[in-house]
């Protein structure tokens, strides 16, 4: 039975790979299950410092949720769907979006529906001048249930993010980089090497310092900015007494190149 999360590694960058290429990489629960499951290994693992997924084969980054497995759910009622699709897709986009060393989607080609909403709980996205998006579920007579509703919005605004949710219809990696859903388009033979590039330009830099800008500014874009202000000052005020901190500081102060990524 062939794993349904691929893991391999590129020094200290973790590379993930949703695999299921001949049902285009859709995730079922067990992918989900396995996809948490790799990330929780990965938080603890002090020798990998970010995380890069890709989908397997040429055609799908993930085309969504399976839908024949989703489909016995509903047939079950409300209450066993939500416990067993809903729940757990918007525990696997929360991880995403909240994990403590920077996500990279390589977005490889189709990313529908919840590889769509991966897409946008990631913390970056590099995507494939092959890669396709949608938001199709609206033609399945259901909203998105991974996050796609609030996330979207978030990025692109509301008005496009809700022409995409309401007519279903696909778009390219150029609209999607204009909308903000990808940080870039790069061609598809170049995918894995440029994110991996922008991989390493972050863990360059203290690990500890890239965890709080991640939690700053995941946790401070749903709040007033007053509030998000004191979540950045709570951030800062961790690192103070780190020697990540410290180190950079002396560094900076005499010109040299900071030492880095130093354990507090």
């Not at 995507?127 to 609206?138: D, G, Q, W």
């Not at 890239?210 to 709040?223: D, E, H, K, W």
């Amino acid at each position: 039975m062939q794993e349904p999360v691929l893991f391999d590694r590129d020094g200290k960058i973790a590379i993930l790979t949703l695999n299921r290429p001949k049902k285009l990489n859709a995730i079922d629960y067990a992918t989900a299950d396995a996809l948490l499951a790799r990330l929780d290994a990965i938080e603890i693992d002090p020798a990998l410092h970010a995380v890069i997924l890709t989908g397997a084969g040429q055609r799908a980054f993930s085309s969504g949720g399976d839908i024949p497995q989703f489909s016995e759910s509903v047939r079950a009622g409300a209450f066993q769907a939500v416990r067993d699709f809903v729940r757990r897709g918007q525990t696997l986009t929360a991880r995403i979006e909240a994990f403590p060393k920077p996500v990279i989607a390589a977005v490889n080609g189709l990313a529908y529906g919840g590889g769509c909403e991966i897409t946008e709980a990631a913390h970056l996205a590099v995507a494939s001048a092959r890669a396709m998006f949608a938001k199709p579920e609206i033609k399945l007579g259901m909203p998105p249930t991974f996050g796609g509703t609030q996330r979207l919005p978030r990025l692109a605004g509301r008005k496009r993010a809700l022409e995409l949710l309401l007519t279903g219809d696909s778009f390219d990696a150029y609209r999607a980089l204009e909308l903000g859903l990808v940080n870039r388009v790069v061609g598809h033979a170049d995918l894995m090497a440029a994110s991996l590039e922008l991989a390493h330009k972050i863990i360059r830099h203290s690990p500890l310092a890239v965890a709080s800008v991640i939690a700053a500014t995941t946790r401070g874009i749903n709040l007033p900015i007053g509030e998000g202000l004191l979540v950045e000052s709570e951030q800062f005020a961790k690192m103070v007494p780190t020697r990540d901190l410290r180190a950079a500081l002396d560094a900076w102060i005499t010109r040299a190149a900071p030492a880095g990524g130093a354990a507090s």
